[in-house]
């Protein structure tokens, strides 16, 4: 089983900034996909951004703002969030795909989300 856990979240005034990061822990052999999703009130979960291999995705509503990355060696992915608006307010989860080691099984893993608040 393959854990993430998020931290950083917080409330932030519009054009403040925030730092979010997921730790994956457990049976991991490989973490072939890692990102960030977001649900705000009333909506439908979307991406943010998402690491696969050496390629980054963003959504184009966060392009020039987040920059995701990633530390390999502590299986930690980061969400750098600059120059916040209100409408980025939502509960943002990790995501982690890869294959385990105990069982050689595909995982798809989420985090417990963490609340990220921008005021106006």
């Known amino acids: 089983q393959v854990r993430l856990v998020e931290s950083g979240g917080g409330l932030v005034q519009a054009g403040g900034s925030l730092r979010l990061s997921c730790t994956a822990s457990?049976?991991?052999?490989?973490?072939?996909?890692i990102g960030w999703y977001r649900q705000a009130p009333g909506k439908q979960r979307e991406l943010v951004a998402v690491?696969?291999?050496?390629?980054?995705n963003y959504a184009d509503s966060v392009k020039g703002r987040f920059t995701i990355s990633r530390d390999n060696a502590k299986n930690t992915v980061y969400l750098q969030m600059n120059n916040l608006k209100p409408e980025d307010t939502a509960v943002y989860y990790c995501?982690?795909?890869?294959?385990?080691?105990?069982?050689?099984?595909?995982?798809?893993?989420w985090g417990q989300g963490t609340q990220v608040t921008v005021s106006s």
């Open positions: 457990g049976s991991i052999f490989s973490i072939n996909v």
């Open positions: 995501n982690a795909r890869g294959l385990q080691s105990s069982v050689w099984r595909p995982y798809d893993s």
């Open positions: 690491c696969s291999g050496d390629s980054t």
